[in-house]
């Protein structure tokens, strides 16, 4: 090869290697940035952190997505493990269940390979379960350590807007406090994290981090997450 | 005649004519009439006495307008003025009898649920006695009522009122608020009876909808919202989320508290098969710090201690310089109204409602409230009733 030839070689070589690192610069964020959308497995549980409307929120758009879930405002650990079915527990005053998931795929005892936790705080909704914000607070913290110790894929919704938010201390940072920070997977509403709060958290833990303009939103991004 | 004698009727002929000077508008207001004109939707127009026969002839007896759809399907029963100083809900529902047709399923309207409060007034507070909404033929007037019955109706109040089946101990005045008298009883106090009727309408008729129109404070969190038990709240939800994302307004869900008795969202639901919502939008009005009761107030929502209470974030909407203008309030419950409909009759085909005509949320907000009364002047006589 003459000394000509081989320098266009190697000067071909050398674009097609600037050219690749260039797309892959544009196109390939780093890891644990908005945008990314995790692929996460059923059987799915859907819980709540705080006792607010925002659990329905969740199911609705998990029903809209459709997508089959099981759901419980309150479970106990125990729960949890049971896996699919929730051990067969029924609704009672402050306590709902509801099991949607599909038994011919996933039979009851499956294990729940990822938990939804819708994050706000009602004073309404943990009066009429009976609980105070301490023993919420508490309850959230034992399934949290639980899901990690089974390596759960957590997902962490907040759709409750700035209504969900508060001053720091108040009942609904509690609940953010006790679950963001353990998510691997954020999605939240553009105006619940108008002050940022949600994108520091996921730049410290890395967990991706998606922004909707409205709750309904999340419809798209989960059907995408788990199909 | 002495002096004393002659002071004495001085003072008597005084006081006759002070009470005639107050006593005589009130009485004009009692019987005053609004005309309705029943649109190309209504296929009847009942009492609410055919379903509790002890209101008949009584001023709590009531116009229930009934819509019926050419194919069967679901039924709904909507009302307002349940709080009759509340008046978003009476216009919303006033217009959707004026300018609804179903096309599917049947609607049981009563715009006037609590007509006595219709046709009660709050003079301590100052309340006008009416209000007039401009129209393109005019005004319309309304009288602007009162959040109980009048004692007129139903009197004495007891000192604490026994909420029935229950027994929870209510405010001596909630026996006249047809907010706390539900489920009722036939042989209860009027408002019970009233509240019983329509159980019985519901019952009866196997209603699969109840939405009650309300207004609330904007220094109250439970504004802007759908209140639902839980057999509602999915529904509830998804017709949260979608106006707000769709159709640019504030709404939540507040789910209904178990151990509060005596409200429609929440014994229509434990009494019967009906699934209930309550809607309430903002009425700036009935904040207790504002300037004077006007109608301009009633109308536009705007006031300067609301307005600096907003800058302190001590309200619980976001409220401005532009106030909550009756056409944002109206269009809220018309939108939120039909989003029920529209995802209960996605998720129960059989018992679908579809329903035509009704104005949404941006088309009041151009267009006014007034733009969907028609004039009853020039209407058929058999199509103009009388609230």
């Known amino acids: ?227 | 005649m002495t002096r004393e004698r002659w002071i004495k009727s001085i003072l008597a002929v005084l006081a006759v004519l002070l009470m005639l000077a107050g006593g005589l508008p009130l009485a004009r207001h009692r019987h005053a009439q609004v005309p309705v004109v029943a649109g190309p939707g209504v296929t009847n127009v009942i009492k609410l006495s055919e379903f509790l026969p002890a209101l008949r002839g009584t001023m709590a007896d009531t116009n229930v307008y009934v819509l019926e759809g050419q194919e069967p399907g679901g039924k709904v029963l909507v009302m307002a003025n349940t709080h009759a100083n509340e008046p978003a809900g009476l216009l919303a529902a006033l217009i959707m009898i004026e300018n609804a047709v179903v096309e599917k399923g049947t609607l049981y309207m009563i715009p006037e649920f609590n007509a006595s409060a219709g046709r009660n007034t709050k003079p301590g507070d100052g309340y006008p006695l009416y209000f007039d909404i401009p129209t393109e033929w005019g005004h319309k007037r309304f009288r602007m009522g009162n959040r109980d019955a009048s004692p007129l109706e139903q009197w004495p109040d007891p000192d604490v009122y026994i909420h029935y089946p229950d027994r929870q101990s209510l405010s001596f005045n909630d026996v006249r608020n047809t907010n706390r008298t539900w489920p009722g009883r036939p042989d209860g106090p009027r408002m019970e009876q009233v509240t019983f009727a329509a159980m019985e309408l519901m019952r009866k008729n196997k209603v699969n909808i109840a939405i009650d129109m309300h207004g609330a404070e904007t220094m109250f969190p439970v504004t802007n919202c759908i209140v639902a038990p839980i057999k509602s709240s999915k529904i509830a939800t998804l017709v949260s989320m979608t106006v707000k994302a769709m159709e640019g307004f504030d709404n939540h869900v507040e789910p209904s508290p178990q151990n509060f008795r005596g409200l429609s969202h929440r014994e229509i639901g434990d009494f019967s098969d009906t699934l209930p919502f309550l809607l309430e939008a903002p009425i700036p009005f009935l904040d207790q710090p504002t300037g004077p009761k006007t109608t301009q107030l009633l109308l536009d929502g705007k006031d300067a201690f609301l307005l600096s209470l907003s800058k302190k974030k001590k309200l619980f909407v976001p409220y401005d310089e532009n106030g909550w203008p009756m056409e944002k309030r109206v269009g809220q419950h018309c939108s939120v109204t039909l989003e029920i409909l529209k995802q209960y009759s996605k998720k129960n085909p059989e018992t679908a409602v579809r329903v035509r005509g009704v104005p949404k949320y941006a088309g009041l907000v151009k267009n006014g409230v007034g733009h969907y009364f028609h004039d009853p002047s020039k209407a058929e006589k058999k199509s103009v009733f009388y609230e």
């Open chain 1, 1 to 227: 090869m003459s000394p000509l030839t081989k320098g266009v070689a190697a000067m071909k070589k050398t674009l097609f290697a600037l050219a690749t690192a260039a797309l892959v610069i544009v196109f390939a964020p780093p890891a644990g940035s908005q945008g990314q959308i995790p692929k996460a497995q059923l059987p799915v549980l859907t819980i709540s952190a705080g006792q607010s409307n925002d659990a329905n929120t969740v199911n609705a758009v998990l029903e809209e997505a459709g997508i089959l879930y099981d759901y419980c405002d309150v479970p106990t650990v125990e729960m949890l493990n049971a896996g699919v079915g929730l051990a067969g527990k029924k609704s009672a005053e402050g306590f709902h269940v509801e099991s949607y998931t599909d038994t011919a795929k996933y039979p009851k005892g499956t294990p729940y390979k990822t938990v939804i936790i819708a994050i706000g705080a009602s004073l309404k909704g943990m009066g009429a379960s009976g609980l105070t914000v301490d023993a919420e607070e508490a309850r959230v913290r034992k399934i949290i350590d639980a899901c990690k110790k089974k390596k759960i894929f957590l997902i962490a919704v907040h759709p409750g807007g700035e209504a969900g938010r508060g001053p720091s201390g108040s009942d609904n940072e509690r609940m953010i406090d006790a679950v963001a920070p353990f998510a691997d997977f954020l999605i939240v509403t553009k105006d619940s994290n108008k002050d940022g709060r949600f994108t520091k958290v996921a730049a410290l833990t890395k967990a991706p981090l998606i922004q909707v303009d409205y709750a309904l939103g999340m419809v798209d991004i989960l059907k995408k997450v788990f199909i």
